[in-house]
């Protein structure tokens, strides 16, 4: 079985930073491509950071500048690093291998930026 685990959320204020972290049982993230997504309460679920291929990332423009995705393959762990955290970056974030997989959805951790 495959877990995915989110951690490192919680409340910032705007211009603030956080760095969530993803864990995972039953799955190599090393060698997986893994995205970070965020879903906003009356919002589709949107992918913010993507890291393919080993080491090609994408972002889209309204984090592009601002959110970092990487690896630390010795502990199996996927980052998020933001950075100028904006109010609209408020959402529960989550990871999951890329294309997403309906099995692998978790918990996630919400963040919270105060305006």
């Known amino acids: 079985q495959v877990q995915l685990v989110e951690s490192g959320g919680g409340l910032v204020q705007a211009g603030g930073s956080l760095r969530l972290s993803c864990g995972a049982s039953?799955?190599?993230?090393?060698?997986?491509?893994i995205g970070w997504y965020r879903q906003a309460p009356g919002k589709q679920r949107e992918l913010v950071a993507l890291?393919?291929?080993?080491?090609?990332?994408y972002y889209p423009e309204p984090v592009k500048g601002r959110f970092t995705i990487s690896r630390d393959k010795a502990k199996n762990t996927v980052y998020l690093q933001m950075n100028s955290l904006k109010a609209e970056d408020t959402a529960v974030y989550y990871c999951?291998?890329?294309?997403?997989?309906?099995?692998?959805w978790g918990q996630g951790t919400q963040v919270s930026v105060s305006s």
């Open positions: 999951n291998k890329f294309p997403s997989s309906n099995a692998y």
């Open positions: 039953g799955m190599n993230l090393s060698i997986s491509n």
């Open positions: 890291i393919r291929d080993d080491t090609i990332t």
